[in-house]
């Protein structure tokens, strides 16, 4: 479809951390809702209640395995993202693409897209986000050499050209529906090229985005920490000192956290534990249908699987209505 530019207010749609654009099924959140919660969005307390500072403790299923939205391809990894990166563009929580790094953008034809960044966006080590930056985070992408991760998700792009200092075209071989989406997620995320230079191999341990936090560090199976930053686009977000995630493996481990008050937030509650959770005082449930998905990987090269009389006596064999 061909249409005109498309802008939207600031990124109050932005929720806490995009954890209910992220997350699935339930989830909940502990106390600290009060002071991080944004004004007018459907869960934020009442006006007044709204306070700057403190720490919120998310608690994830597992450890990271990088912050490297270009290089890693965990599922948990996408936990941390947005605590110090942003996107070309994001998505509400009724999953319509919104501005982000990019103020509004075009498409004057079925092939062509033109952005048009925000001014005066600088990256957590001074780099301006500008034209450049962007082209030079596609690119990089989409370097064989590089091995990225989002190479393939990214292979409909034919040209990525610099317009202006604010103004990046995108142009793709063949008209692609899902591209605004694509780049909406771990492929549209912009990070440093100052950083991703100096660090090479090690800019996953080294993250430097434009995002509401900036990294302080990263202590393998304990914790990750970003610190407020002071110099974020947003006016007056994030309201939040830091954000500290931590490993919690074990779902009854999560559960006893929150509620002794050692975990302010968890992105999933199974649903056993959900009545408990939601009669406790102190804490939030909150339910919804969710963007994510589970699959069966088969290995079809060799072993048994290679029979294809045999997978497809799996596919019939799951009782699909049943999962649903």
Not at 42 to 70: C, E, F, M, N, Y
Not at 121 to 136: I, L, M, Q, S
């Amino acid at each position: 479809m061909v249409d005109g530019p498309h802008r939207m207010p600031p990124l109050r749609r932005r929720r806490l951390l995009q954890l209910a654009v992220a997350g699935s099924g339930a989830f909940a959140l502990g106390p600290l809702l009060a002071a991080c919660a944004p004004s007018g969005s459907p869960t934020a307390p009442a006006a007044g209640a709204i306070k700057r500072g403190g720490s919120l403790r998310v608690a994830l299923d597992s450890d990271i395995v990088g912050i490297d939205p270009h290089g890693a391809s965990a599922g948990v990894d996408r936990n941390v993202y947005t605590s110090v990166y942003n996107a070309l563009v994001s998505v509400d929580t009724k999953l319509d693409i919104i501005p982000d790094i990019a103020e509004s953008w075009t498409n004057p034809d079925e092939t062509t897209y033109v952005f048009k960044l925000r001014p005066n966006v600088t990256f957590h080590d001074g780099t301006p986000c500008d034209a450049e930056a962007v082209k030079y985070n596609f690119d990089w992408m989409l370097d064989p050499a590089n091995a990225s991760a989002r190479r393939a998700e990214l292979a409909d792009i034919k040209e990525v050209s610099v317009v202006d200092a604010l103004s990046v075209k995108i142009t793709t071989k063949t008209a692609f529906a899902p591209f605004l989406a694509i780049i909406a997620d771990r492929a549209g995320y912009i990070v440093s090229p100052t950083a991703r230079k100096k660090f090479a191999k090690d800019f996953t341990r080294n993250p430097v985005g434009t995002g509401p936090f900036r990294f302080v560090e990263w202590v393998k199976d304990d914790h990750v920490t970003f610190k407020r930053n002071p110099d974020y686009f947003e006016p007056n977000v994030p309201l939040l000192d830091e954000v500290v995630y931590k490993p919690v493996p074990d779902a009854t481990v999560r559960v006893t956290g929150l509620k002794a008050g050692d975990t302010d937030f968890l992105y999933r509650v199974d649903a056993k534990d959900i009545a408990d959770v939601k009669g406790q005082p102190t804490l939030q449930v909150f339910e919804g249908p969710g963007v994510g998905y589970t699959g069966l990987w088969l290995q079809t090269a060799t072993g048994p699987l290679a029979n294809r009389d045999l997978r497809e006596a799996i596919a019939w064999a799951i009782d699909r209505e049943s999962i649903l």
